[in-house]
């Protein structure tokens, strides 16, 4: 009786993974087709640009300025330590730019927006919102779902790049202020040892964690059941 259960537990899990895999992958090659031709509501798009980002900048620049400090707590002593401060800078910039900016600003987007966009096309959803622009012949993916993308992949590559700037400041201050390496050491290990793709690989990751975000939320917005407890869960 226990192991049947387990088993239907693990096959029940299985089938909503894979229901939620596909509808997501669906919803995708919708937001696809929808591009072509690309019809976007401007003032839709306009509108999700600046709620996404106008309000998410402090907590980017906050994150960011502390991801790079900490970067440079982490590798400053090491470096003095061999007598190569010149590499001090290079080790914070290469850390932060490709691989902890970007993955510390997708992960709070994901938290503060993405869960700001379920909720509110949940809302849509149960209010029955959705069919009514259905009954006036008006695509929820084409009106609501694109422009929502479009927004949260711009969005989070604008805040990447600011994120990426306000960290270099923050490893500059604190391996001023901590460790005692000066300004012009590490302006210099950045510009000397800091390669352009460098920053465009970060760049890439936060498109893709962009796109990631903003279709996954879009999903799970739009195919709420439940009412009230459905928008919570």
Wanted: charged share 15%; proline share 3%.
């Amino acid at each position: 009786m226990i192991g049947e259960r387990f088993i239907a537990g693990m096959g029940a899990g299985a089938l909503r993974v894979t229901q939620e895999v596909g509808g997501i992958v669906v919803l995708t090659a919708q937001v696809l087709r929808a591009l072509v031709p690309p019809r976007i509501d401007g003032r839709e798009l306009v509108k999700n640009l600046y709620k996404m980002g106008n309000k998410s900048v402090p907590i980017v620049m906050l994150t960011a300025f502390f991801a790079g400090g900490l970067m440079t707590l982490q590798t400053g002593p090491f470096v003095k330590k061999f007598g190569a401060t010149a590499l001090a800078g290079w080790g914070a910039g290469y850390a932060v730019l490709r691989e902890i900016g970007p993955i510390l600003i997708a992960l709070m987007f994901s938290g503060r927006v993405g869960a700001n966009n379920t909720a509110e096309l949940s809302t849509m959803t149960v209010t029955e919102q959705l069919d009514g622009l259905r009954a006036l012949a008006i695509d929820p993916v084409k009106f609501l779902v694109v422009p929502r993308v479009i927004a949260m992949m711009v969005m989070l590559v604008a805040l990447t790049v600011i994120g990426d700037l306000v960290a270099l400041v923050g490893a500059s201050i604190i391996g001023k202020v901590m460790l005692g390496i000066e300004w012009s050491t590490m302006y210099d290990s950045f510009a000397e040892n800091l390669e352009p793709y460098d920053f465009l690989h970060g760049v890439y990751k936060s498109i893709a964690f962009g796109a990631a975000i903003a279709v996954t939320s879009c999903y799970f917005g739009v195919t709420v059941r439940g009412g009230a407890v459905g928008v919570g869960r």
